[in-house]
T-cell receptor, first 113, second 117 residues
């Protein structure tokens, strides 16, 4: 069974540009989560999508947004990139909510110059 | 407030030694879930275990064991007879069952474990 996949592996952007990160969940999983792992800040929750709806978001500005498609894959968009957005962005999926473990993808390394 | 503390930033051991990674959590929820994840140098978080707040039974899986104690809000992880392949960053995480924090995993800062041959 294929795990969570993310693309691209690496992304280099300049300040002010927009970045789009993609995630495909494990087959059968309906929930997708996004986390940011920035140096010195640890793993922080960004967004949670379930059945196409945004269910929860972390303490991030509105320029971080996303969506979930009918096939449960997801996109994370970061507008007006800032240097501090440089981080590893991890996507996870789960069978359901709360009580289910989240399985993570390999991440997208975003570098903002 | 929700919080996960992993006081040990780095641990170094020699192969075949036993090592325990500490995790202390804070939550006001009576129903919650605790997790351990492993992050090898490749970066992908690997799920190791989930426990719910109503099940304090300790668990053993091969060389791995977990000790959950609600009285001390701790969920410690022990690796017996450590191996070089165990070298990674280990994260403890908390998820609450209701309210505005639904769906989130709160992670500790992680413990970098290095196992020397």
């Amino acid at each position: 069974e294929a795990g969570v996949t993310q693309s691209p592996t690496h992304l280099i952007k300049t300040r002010g540009q927009q970045a789009t990160l993609r995630c495909s969940p494990i087959s059968g999983h309906t929930s997708v989560y996004w986390y940011q792992q920035a140096l010195g800040l640890g793993l922080q929750f960004l967004l949670w999508y379930d059945e196409g709806e945004e269910r929860n978001r972390g303490n991030f500005p509105p320029r971080f947004s996303g969506r979930q498609f009918p096939n449960y894959s997801s996109e994370l968009n970061v507008n007006a990139l800032e240097l501090e957005d440089s981080a590893l962005y991890l996507c996870a999926s789960s069978l359901g909510t709360v009580s289910y473990e989240q399985y993570f993808g390999p991440g997208t390394r975003l570098t903002v110059t | 407030a929700q919080k996960v503390t992993q006081a040990q930033t780095e641990i170094s051991v020699v192969e075949k030694e036993d090592v325990t990674l500490d995790c202390v959590y804070e939550t006001r929820d009576t129903t919650y879930y605790l997790f351990w994840y492993k992050q090898p140098p490749s970066g992908e978080l690997v799920f190791l275990i989930r426990r719910n707040s109503f099940d304090e039974q300790n668990e053993i899986s091969g060389r791995y064991s977990w000790n959950f104690q609600k009285s001390t809000s701790s969920f410690n992880f022990t690796i017996t007879a450590s191996q070089v392949v165990d070298s990674a960053v280990y994260f403890c995480a908390l998820s609450e069952a209701r309210g505005s924090t639904l769906g989130r995993l709160y992670f500790g800062r992680g413990t970098q474990l290095t196992v020397w041959p």
